[in-house]
């Protein structure tokens, strides 16, 4: 490694099956790199039009306030929790692994009071428990919930989970990183007030942005804050002044010109393919990875009735070593797959098969390589 | 206009001559298109590694957190400030311009009390005004303050300012965004504690990340915080973790990994040409502008003793109508150039010479374009 620090950085070649980000498609790679223009030039208002119509497709809503927050999903979920929040607030947050988790520090952080309801990591959110949770408490203002855990691959019932903030009358917050576009995602349907996504999952975009949307209840709950947003850049009232939802563009930061780039020829390509097909592919692939695992003796850590297709936990084999298996096939065959996190580090590997990288090419090649790693490991 | 939802977009060909963003090289387009990688592979920490080192040439700091936030530069500014101040610390802010007043806001979001002094839009912060107030109030625990004030063309002087912070033991924060890359920054030889920058300026790169650098004595002060950074997203500590600070990567959040690529190239440009030959770069095209401008019988704002180089401020000649020689500029000559902000609009032009667009070339298409708008113009 005699590297001077002026010498290019090349990366090297990888197949990228872990939980993100995917593998990012050479049209949308060429898109970004585009001639960079101005944040207030009206060929990049058209394109932030352009956008926030296809956000609009992506989460199934009508909400005017939809738009992309320049930094990453974790940013998205800073933005949507804290301009939702004040100081004293009560907020339910369900939590089922590493992204519940999260959200409940940063409400706290944010001042707000958080009522934890925990479930084993592995298995979804009751929507029962929730229920029983939100009549117990009436002060509770706020849901919060994973749709789609990606530290452990389980999807919760979205759909359950907005009825129940929603006959409780309380709003609904959802994290919906790992699930837009790999499976249905119906924002206005299920009632959910508030989500917010990221670009590098099964959009297949690079990481940086974090699609988000607030429905026009959410909104006024924002305007009639009686406090100030903690952060000013994650303001989402005048976030929109510059998405223009009301009246003439204002300057509040320089948009991420070249990433949006990005992220307009990816939602291009998943709605040219068509959601449903992208998430029978994302079905398909999966059902193929599992298929292969099991002949292969290996068991997947969820159960199949709330499995993700596009985060795939499976047991790490006896015997095998965690780090050792994972960095042969990142190193040797170029294929990466995640660890497992918290109390699941070492017993899981965590195999995305998000976006581009949801094909059945895909989960041969990985298949191949681990039979190849598997029987250099002591048994 | 009839395009689909579906189509590519495909942005017009500009010459960015306004407040940022700046003209990106083909070379920094062309990195950002290489395939992504995981943000936790070996290939990209090496990267992260380089990154650092070079931000540490940039700033001429030997600062170990010298990293990059994954946002634009108003997150580098949220960043630095919400992870200094705590609630009710007191913060004097020295305000002579947009970015002045907007970290009078972060702060006082915050929970800080914000002692504001002022200064007229168009001259510098003066180090014996900032030290007559530091002197007058002991409970002052930091000063900010903007180096390069985008929004009118001013330097200030850092290295007084930084003695005035260092002889009443207050720290300083210095917003850097529009100096680094066009004008000196020595962050260690003028003892500033903590500064943010931007990439979209004097670097060329495109918008979307913001570096920054805290001494250790910064460091020492937030990890010494009774109360949490008020953004999970934010917390240098976390940050710190993940870009290597203090033992092993631990995940964050998912860095911008093809952003970084640019970021990368874009700084390596800037250390192949070295340092001074690009201020001396932006120093030559700053001249041959005003010359060009004042034999147009056109005035700067600033007077030359505090003139930046690369963020030109032009009165507006009488009889011209600003946004209409704007918008002409733009669309018919594809010359992007900023109007003034808050008191200075409507009355000034912002013409930047910044990073790649700080050439002899790049003014003269200027000036030619210049001279056909404004004859189109009525006197």
Redesign the interface.
């Known amino acids: 490694m005699n590297?001077k620090?002026?010498?290019?950085?090349?990366?090297?070649?990888?197949l990228?099956l872990?939980p993100?980000?995917s593998?990012?498609a050479p049209e949308v790679?060429?898109?970004?790199?585009?001639?960079?223009?101005?944040?207030l030039?009206?060929?990049?208002i058209g394109?932030m039009d352009?956008l926030k119509?296809?956000l609009q497709?992506m989460f199934n809503t009508k909400n005017e306030a939809t738009f992309t927050v320049?930094?990453?999903?974790?940013?998205g979920?800073?933005a949507c929790i804290?301009n939702m929040i004040e100081p004293g607030d009560k907020i339910l947050i369900a939590r089922n692994g590493v992204f519940g988790m999260?959200m409940s520090?940063?409400a706290s952080?944010?001042g707000a009071t958080v009522v934890p309801l925990d479930f084993e990591w592995g298995t979804p959110v009751d929507p029962a428990a929730v229920d029983a949770a939100l009549a117990k408490d009436k002060d509770i203002k706020f849901l919060a919930f994973v749709h789609a855990e990606t530290s452990t691959g389980v999807l919760s019932d979205a759909q359950a989970l907005g009825a129940v903030a929603k006959k409780h009358n309380v709003f609904s917050i959802m994290d919906c990183v790992t699930s837009v576009g790999g499976v249905p995602v119906e924002m206005d349907a299920w009632s959910i007030d508030v989500l917010y996504t990221?670009t590098?999952k099964c959009l297949s975009c690079?990481?940086?942005l974090s699609p988000v949307s607030f429905n026009q209840r959410a909104i006024d709950h924002i305007k009639a804050r009686k406090t100030?947003?903690?952060?000013?850049?994650?303001d989402v009232t005048q976030v929109m002044a510059y998405w223009g939802g009301e009246g003439a563009r204002a300057?509040?930061?320089?948009?991420?010109?070249?990433?949006l780039?990005?992220l307009?020829?990816a939602l291009?390509r998943v709605?040219?393919e068509g959601l449903d097909a992208a998430f029978a592919r994302h079905r398909k692939a999966h059902q193929y990875l599992v298929a292969g695992l099991q002949k292969r003796g290996m068991e997947m850590l969820v159960a199949e009735s709330y499995r993700l297709p596009q985060l795939n936990a499976v047991k790490i084999p006896a015997g095998a070593d965690d780090a050792k298996v994972r960095r042969s096939l990142?190193?040797d065959h170029g294929i990466?797959i995640g660890a497992g996190?918290g109390p699941l580090a070492g017993k899981v590997w965590r195999i995305g098969l998000m976006g581009e990288g949801a094909r059945v090419e895909s989960v041969d090649r990985l298949l191949a390589a681990l039979d190849k790693v598997l029987v250099k490991e002591p048994a």
Chains 1, 2 share one sequence.
């Not at 030039?41 to 990049?44: E, I, T, V």
């Not at 320049?70 to 940013?75: E, K, L």
């Not at 100030?228 to 994650?234: A, D, I, N």
């Open positions: 590297r620090i002026t010498d290019p950085f090349l990366p090297p070649e990888r990228l872990g993100g980000p593998p990012v790679l060429a898109a970004m790199a585009h001639p960079t223009i101005g944040h030039d009206p060929a990049f394109l352009e119509a296809m497709t320049a930094g990453p999903g974790s940013v979920m800073d804290l999260r520090e940063v952080r944010g990221g590098q690079p990481p940086g100030k947003v903690l952060s000013w850049f994650l300057y509040h930061h320089t948009a991420p010109i070249n990433a780039y990005g307009h020829e291009r709605l040219v990142l190193l990466e996190l």
